[in-house]
C-alpha cells in the first residue's frame, strides 16, 4: 500500500471519529440542555410557585377568619366564604406541590406535616366557629383561635414557617437542576473540543490535497467545513438556553420575595384582628400572649391586589424565560442530520485521491 494512500486512510479514519464523537456530544448536550429547561418549565419552577401560592392562600384564609370573628359576622356565617375559598384554594395547591415536588422525601414529608397542619388548624377554627356561634366571644372561643393562630404561624413549626422551608427546598432544587450536569458551561466541552478538532483535520486534510493532488480547494471538504460551522452555531443555542434559565432563576427570586412580603403583610393584619378578639377575655393571658403583642409592630397589607397582579405577572415571565430557553425543535433534527451529512462529504471528498493511490507505490 502506498503511503499516500495510508495517510488518506488515517485522515479519513480520523475526520470520521471525531465526527462521530460530533454527533453524540453535540446531541447529547443539546438535548441535554433543552430537557433539563422542559423539566424545570413543567415541573420544578411551579413547585416553587405552588407553594408560595399555598402559603399566600392560607395566610388570606386565617385573616379572613379572624376578621369575621373580630366584627361578630362569625355568628351568621362563621369564619365567611374568603375563608372557605382560600383554604380550597391552598388545597389545590398544596395537590399541585405534591405532583410536582422536585426535593425528595424530606420535602414530601414536609408537605405531609404540612398538609396535616392544615387539618388541625381548620379544626381550631370550627371549634371556634361552634362555640362563638352558641356563647359569643368566650374564653373558649378565644382559646380555639388561639390555637388555631400558633398553628398557623407558630416561629419554628407552624405552617407559615414549613412552607418556607419547603419553597427553599424546591428553590435549591431547581438550583442544581439549572448548574449542573448539561446546565454547568462546563458541559459544553464535549462538542466545542470535537469542533475545534474537526475544523482542523478538515484544514489538514485540504492543505494535503493541495500537496499531494495539486488542487486548492476540495469542494466536498468545503462543504463538509461549512457544515461543521453550522451544526456549531446549531449546538452553540446552548449557551442562550443556559442564559435564559438563569434569568428565569433570578426572576423567580424576585417572585418569591415580592409574594412573601405581601403574604407577611397579611399576616399581620390576620394577627392584629386576632389581639382585638382576645383582648376584651384577655388582659393578662402570660408571656406568650403578651409576646405575641409586642411582636404586631410593622406594615400591615396595602395595595395587595397590586402586589397579587405583580406576582402572577412575574409567574408567566418565569414560564416564559423557561418556555425560551427549551430550543428543541429544529434544532434537534438538524444536529444529527448535519453530522451525518460531514461524514458523507469527508468519504466522497477522499475517495477520489484514495483510489487515485490503490495500486501506487508512494
Given at each position: 500500500m502506498s503511503t499516500t494512500r495510508r495517510d488518506l486512510l488515517r485522515l479519513r479514519t480520523a475526520l470520521l471519529v471525531v465526527t462521530?464523537?460530533?454527533?453524540?456530544?453535540?446531541?447529547?448536550?443539546?438535548?441535554?440542555?433543552?430537557?433539563t429547561a422542559k423539566a424545570a418549565a413543567a415541573r420544578t419552577a411551579p413547585a416553587v410557585l405552588e407553594v408560595m401560592a399555598a402559603r399566600a392562600a392560607l395566610v388570606r384564609a386565617d385573616s379572613a377568619a379572624m376578621t369575621s370573628f373580630q366584627t361578630g359576622q362569625a355568628k351568621l356565617v362563621g369564619p365567611g366564604a374568603q375563608y372557605q375559598n382560600q383554604i380550597a384554594i391552598a388545597s389545590q395547591n398544596l395537590a399541585r406541590v405534591a405532583e410536582h415536588n422536585a426535593a425528595g422525601e424530606s420535602a414530601s414529608r414536609t408537605l405531609q406535616l404540612v398538609e396535616g397542619l392544615v387539618v388541625a388548624y381548620g379544626r381550631g377554627i370550627g371549634d371556634a366557629d361552634a362555640s362563638?356561634?352558641?356563647?359569643?366571644?368566650?374564653?373558649?372561643?378565644?382559646a380555639a383561635l388561639w390555637y388555631a393562630s400558633g398553628l398557623m404561624h407558630g416561629s419554628d413549626s407552624g405552617i407559615v414557617a414549613q412552607l418556607d422551608e419547603l419553597a427553599v427546598a424546591q428553590r435549591n432544587a431547581l438550583e442544581t437542576e439549572l448548574s449542573e450536569g448539561w446546565m454547568n458551561p462546563a458541559g459544553s466541552l464535549v462538542w466545542l473540543v470535537p469542533i475545534v478538532v474537526l475544523l482542523g483535520l478538515l484544514v489538514v486534510a485540504q492543505v494535503f490535497g493541495a500537496r499531494r493532488f495539486r488542487r486548492t480547494l476540495n469542494p466536498a471538504l468545503v462543504a463538509a467545513t461549512l457544515l461543521v460551522l453550522l451544526v456549531a452555531g446549531a449546538t452553540s443555542t446552548v449557551f442562550f438556553s443556559q442564559d435564559r434559565a438563569d434569568v428565569a432563576g433570578e426572576t423567580l427570586d424576585k417572585v418569591v420575595s415580592q409574594s412573601k412580603t405581601q403574604t407577611d403583610a397579611d399576616a399581620l393584619n390576620g394577627k392584629r384582628e386576632l389581639e382585638k378578639v382576645l383582648a376584651p377575655q384577655c388582659g393578662d393571658c402570660g408571656e406568650s400572649v403578651s409576646a405575641f403583642k409586642a411582636g404586631l409592630g410593622g406594615e400591615a397589607?396595602?395595595?395587595?391586589?397590586?402586589?397579587q397582579r405583580e406576582v402572577a405577572s412575574g409567574a408567566t415571565q418565569v414560564d416564559d424565560e423557561l418556555d425560551s430557553a427549551d430550543r428543541s425543535g429544529f434544532f434537534e433534527y438538524f444536529i444529527p442530520l448535519g453530522t451525518v451529512g460531514i461524514a458523507a462529504l469527508v468519504l466522497v471528498g477522499l475517495r477520489r485521491g484514495i483510489d487515485e493511490y490503490r495500486y501506487r507505490a508512494t
Open positions: 462521530a464523537t460530533l454527533f453524540v456530544g453535540s446531541l447529547a448536550a443539546f438535548t441535554g440542555v433543552t430537557s362563638f356561634r352558641a356563647d359569643g366571644p368566650t374564653p373558649l372561643t378565644v397589607s396595602s395595595g395587595g391586589d397590586t402586589v
